[in-house]
């Protein structure tokens, strides 16, 4: 059974960078599924922020793509999110995800529970 | 800003038939399949219908899904509690070339 647990910090100051990493358990981050991030600011939609494999392509929202860099760490077995010059915009539950099939770079069916990121000023 | 609309909520008595709907464009419904998630509160999504109408194992009969042209619809039948959640209908969108998300619904049940 494949889970996904997000883990960073929870508080942020404006104009720095947010890291957070997705720990995989049950699969193995080269075992060439792409995997994503996507938000949710509070009371909100859900937002995609990208999709990426180290062994493929990478997709990123093009409204974010400037700030975002994704990153697996094949020894951890864990995949990672930083996203740059945050604001107050940024503040959102960020959830890890896995697609459905290999051939899916979006269509996400295994989620993790989410981490809240609040940014501060 | 999303690029596919649906409408804010919909309601229904338990046992009852609920349509949600889901509004694109060419760019996205139109040249590619949708996908819905049902969002109970304080949890993470969950794919519940893929490629406009198949239903991943585990999910319900009594969720459907279908397309025509640029919209797509979720119906739900024999409405039940468990089913109060928000619904987000998505797709990947040529012109933005990004996957997208609906503006969601609320189902309420009465």
């Known amino acids: 059974q494949v889970q996904l647990q997000e883990s960073g910090p929870g508080l942020v100051k404006a104009s720095e960078t947010l890291s957070l990493t997705c720990d995989v358990s049950g699969d193995s981050i080269s075992s060439g599924f792409y995997w994503g991030w996507i938000r949710q600011p509070p009371g909100k939609g859900l937002e995609w922020i990208g999709s990426?494999?180290?062994?493929?392509?990478?997709y990123y929202n093009p409204s974010l793509k400037s700030r975002v860099t994704m990153s697996v760490d094949t020894s951890k077995n864990q995949f990672s999110l930083k996203l740059s010059s945050v604001t107050a915009a940024d503040t959102a539950m960020y959830y890890c995800?896995?697609?459905?099939?290999?051939?899916?770079?979006?269509?996400?069916?295994?989620w993790g529970q989410g981490t809240l990121v609040t940014v501060s000023s | 800003q999303s690029v596919l609309t649906q409408t804010p909520s919909a309601s229904g008595t338990p046992g009852q038939w609920v349509t949600i709907s889901c509004s694109g464009s060419k760019s996205n419904i139109g040249s590619h399949t949708v996908n819905w998630y049902q969002q109970l509160p304080g949890t993470a999504p969950k794919l519940l219908i893929h490629n406009n109408s198949q239903r991943p194992s585990g999910v319900p009969d009594r969720f459907s899904g279908s397309k025509s042209g640029t919209s797509a619809s979720l119906a739900i039948s024999g409405l039940q509690s468990e089913d109060e959640a928000d619904y987000y209908c998505t797709a990947w969108d040529d012109s933005l070339n990004a996957y997208v998300f609906g503006t969601g619904t609320e189902v309420i049940v009465l």
């Open positions: 990426f494999s180290h062994l493929r392509n990478a």
């Open positions: 995800a896995r697609p459905y099939t290999f051939a899916d770079k979006a269509k996400f069916s295994i």
